[in-house]
């Protein structure tokens, strides 16, 4: 018998899972999703977080460039609170540039996308970052940037108050199935090791680059390409608006400022496996040396971390490779194709595009069920329950706003000070059962984020497992060397200049003053604290292995 039941189960916790899940609980589907690791972990967390005008492929790739267009306004109706309304620039810093900029006017015409050409100088005296190599810009005003944790969360939170469930760090590892139909999973939690079985009557495979692995498991194929993305995250914006290259696209030719940081994008690699994403100094070089053509600045700011994302390209078929494959999407039924009913995969896309994928393949789950309840997720908006989704680019506002008096939390220090969380930013996630790890609060708070990498925060992190958990110091201690050796896996790249003595100052805090080497040797157990001889980072990830 089944461990428990529900109508539909998405797999996968990226933008298009949660945007699913969503739209099945607003059709009054029930439904719950799984995710193997936390939410956003995947492709969507790893993305430079451009909300496409569609500017990028209105030449190469018609359709995606409308979707876009399209998508993007309805994100700023539904999920305002996640955007940045940054405007871009497409500039041209050589003859080739030039040459490709009628192409680019006329698939902009085609697609919808208000394009303006203005002149160097007007471009400058309005973003003065721009390099003096530019020769031609043109205004796009529909670039933007969106936050891609919140907009996950936006979503599986308004799914949540309609009943959905969500386990995190669960992972599918088969099918249940009566003749040709699937009528449930089977699954293994990735932390403890505990197997269930969840009954449903229909399953939606929303891994992205992990499609085919899960399609396998019922003995039928989906063809996803991995491809690979660096992007480096520079310490501060740069410039006010989102700066593209206006030639076909290639490696380094985005600057998105997000937040309080630019992120500099990215290279198309293909790879073997999606979670094979190996970083090599030359393509974080080949990014700032990119990037600086576009703007000053970008080669002598501090280079804070080097990241890479994975993306989904669905095969085709064609004799296309990397950027020359569609971002395009495709619903698969798998009923209509393969004979195994139940089961739907989509594929493919952007995140810009995500609440359009969910749309499609929910239409399809729908029908399949008799629902013929219509999609609403493109006219209700994320926040649907009448008060300000509580977002970072409230906080400074929120942080200088007079306190009720007698109101304890307005004397309590930040949490982060870098990315300005409260506790009480924190607070709720510490009580949610999907949160398991402090990286898992990082990406709904954002702490650890900022310049110095949770240097100082991780230690308040911990401290609130103590506090808010009730685990014992050991544990805490465990977890908080966890959230270092994530942040540690992105510094690494960028070892130069002033972000290697930001790590020499890091590392000195955390061995010296916090003796963080020492407390992890006593955290571990006998037989492993024997082995982390090397320092507070290598103890860290032997204690995550454990």
Wanted: net charge neutral; proline share 4%; with cysteine.
């Amino acid at each position: 018998m089944p461990d428990t039941s529900t109508g539909v189960v998405v797999i996968g916790g990226g933008s298009t899972g949660a945007g699913v899940l969503r739209d099945l609980t607003m059709r009054g589907i029930d439904a719950m999703l799984l995710e193997k690791g936390d939410l956003a972990s995947g492709t969507t967390g790893r993305s430079h977080g451009l909300l496409h005008s569609g500017g990028r492929y209105c030449v190469n790739d018609l359709a995606a460039a409308i979707e876009c267009v399209e998508e993007g306004r309805i994100l700023r109706r539904i999920a305002r609170t996640t955007i940045e309304d940054t405007g871009g620039y497409f500039v041209s810093v050589s003859e080739e540039d030039e040459a490709w900029e009628p192409r680019f006017v006329e698939g902009c015409r085609k697609a919808g996308i208000a394009c303006e050409r203005i002149s160097v100088e007007e471009a400058r005296r309005r973003e003065p970052a721009l390099s003096t190599q530019v020769r031609t810009v043109f205004w796009i005003p529909e670039d933007g940037h969106l936050d891609p944790f919140y907009l996950v969360m936006g979503n599986v939170e308004s799914a949540r108050r309609r009943g959905a469930q969500v386990r995190t760090y669960t992972e599918v590892t088969g099918f249940l199935k009566e003749g040709n139909r699937v009528s449930g999973v089977r699954t293994r939690d990735a932390m403890t090791g505990e197997e269930s079985t969840i009954a449903c009557q229909a399953v939606v495979n929303a891994t992205g680059a992990w499609a085919g692995f899960v399609a396998r498991l019922l003995d039928v194929e989906v063809k996803v390409v991995p491809v690979k993305g660096v992007m480096v995250v520079l310490s501060h914006r740069v410039a006010h608006a989102t700066i593209n290259r206006c030639h076909k696209p290639g490696d380094g030719d985005i600057i998105v400022p997000a937040l309080s940081v630019a992120i500099l994008g990215t290279t198309a690699v293909k790879v073997p496996h999606p979670e094979v994403l190996p970083i090599e100094w030359d393509e974080v070089r080949h990014m700032i040396e990119e990037g600086s053509l576009m703007a000053d600045g970008v080669s002598t700011a501090r280079a804070m971390r080097a990241y890479a994302g994975v993306r989904p390209l669905y095969d085709l078929g064609a004799e296309a490779e990397g950027r020359e494959m569609s971002r395009n999407f495709a619903v698969i039924d798998h009923e209509q194709r393969d004979g195994v009913a139940g089961f739907t995969s989509i594929v493919g896309g952007k995140v810009t595009t995500y609440r359009l994928m969910a749309e499609r393949v929910t239409d399809l789950v729908a029908r399949r069920l008799g629902v013929t309840t219509s999609c609403t997720t493109a006219d209700v908006p994320l926040n649907d329950r009448g008060d300000e989704m509580d977002q970072l680019r409230h906080r400074p506002a929120k942080l200088g706003m007079p306190k009720p008096h007698g109101d304890e939390r307005a004397l309590q220090p930040l949490l982060c000070e870098c990315e300005l969380v409260r506790p009480q930013d924190a607070e709720p996630w510490f009580r949610d059962p999907a949160v398991r790890t402090l990286e898992d609060i990082r990406r709904r708070t954002r702490s650890g984020m900022g310049p110095c990498q949770a240097a100082i925060c991780a230690y308040r992190l911990a401290g609130r497992l103590v506090t808010d958990r009730h685990q014992d110091g050991p544990t805490a201690t465990r977890a908080m060397a966890d959230l270092l050796e994530t942040r540690w896996r992105g510094v690494r790249h960028v070892f130069w200049g002033s972000q290697l003595r930001q790590a020499q100052v890091t590392a000195g805090l955390h061995l010296e003053l916090f003796n963080l080497d020492r407390q992890l040797m006593q955290a571990l157990p006998p037989s492993l604290a024997g082995e982390g001889r090397g320092g507070g980072f290598e103890t860290a990830e032997v204690a995550s292995q454990r």
